[in-house]
């Protein structure tokens, strides 16, 4: 699966400059992430365009405004030494 997305914050590196990424057909258990239009993502690349849900990979949100997400957010800046 193929997917445009729109950058909204960047830790570290530069998003792809075609503006898209790759996934694996999402199925449970195989480390992809369900791509659905409207959601939040903090997506981690590795050495290539596809994401995937591995311990310290890409994640999904429902809102960005929770708890979980900004407390991970926060914490993703002060280690990019970007003030929360």
């Keep these: 699966m193929e997917a445009a997305f729109r950058t909204i914050e960047i830790f570290k590196g530069q998003p792809p400059t075609d503006g898209k990424i790759m996934n694996p057909v999402y199925l449970p258990g195989n480390c992809s992430v369900p791509l659905l239009a409207g959601l939040d993502y903090l997506i981690f690349l590795y050495d290539s365009n596809v994401v995937l849900m ?10 960005l405004e929770g708890i979980e997400a900004k407390r991970i957010l926060n914490e993703l800046r002060e280690l990019a030494g970007k003030r929360p």
Excluded: K
């Design 54 to 63: 591995l311990p310290g990979g890409t994640e999904m949100f429902w809102n």
